[in-house]
């Protein structure tokens, strides 16, 4: 399965990524640490480059084993954030969506369109019967995300993740390939 890119439109693209991403990555990463931190675990284990190589060394391999790839979101050739596939259960059919933006892009509607191109290639080309957004349920824009998508609202998991000195609860948002396929028009496929 060939996933390299994707452009969204004039402005946007999905990037599979690679070895040439890791400085722009680390650069957003350290630019919006106490942004990023807010919501996301692995962000004080971010110190070097070398950190950032050794995470897209770690995707390239999920996507090479056939458990998902992940994205550089571009924003006008610039490093935006990350998207990709938390590893494929195949056996189910189910995937769930993982992502980030640095602050600079949030509110601007590009995670919206990348979560839809992930939607398409989950469900159109790889087949999924389920994809899931799971975020901390304080998490306000993330959660709006996967309500702009159409994904379900399924509930929450209680103390699902600890997040440096608390546990957060997790919202659990869910799209079926049926529902996709209404959504989208493509119900005859």
């Known amino acids: 399965m060939a996933y390299q890119s994707f ?32 919501w996301l675990p692995w962000v004080d284990g971010v110190t070097a480059v070398a950190d950032t190589s050794d995470f897209i060394s770690r995707t390239i391999d999920q996507h090479e084993k056939g458990r998902g790839p992940q994205y550089l979101i571009e924003f006008q050739g610039i490093s935006a954030g ?7 259960d195949w056996s189910n059919r189910n995937a769930e969506i993982g992502y980030w933006l640095g602050e600079e892009f949030a509110g601007s509607g590009l995670m919206t369109k990348s979560v839809e191109q992930l939607l ?16 901390a349920a304080d998490n306000k824009s993330s959660r709006a995300v996967a309500e702009r998508v159409g994904m379900v609202y399924e509930g929450i998991l209680r103390q699902e993740e600890w997040l440096y000195d608390h546990f957060v609860d997790h919202a659990v948002y869910s799209m079926l390939q049926g529902e996709f396929k209404t959504l989208t028009g493509n119900e005859g496929e």
């Open 7 to 38: 452009t969204i439109d004039d402005d946007l693209k999905l990037v599979m990524l690679n070895q040439g991403h890791a400085a722009g990555i680390f650069q957003l990463v350290r630019r919006n640490m106490e942004y990023l931190r807010k």
């Open 82 to 88: 990350v998207i990709g596939f938390h590893p494929i």
């Open 120 to 135: 398409k290639i989950g469900f159109q080309e790889m087949n999924l019967n389920k994809i899931e957004i799971r975020c």
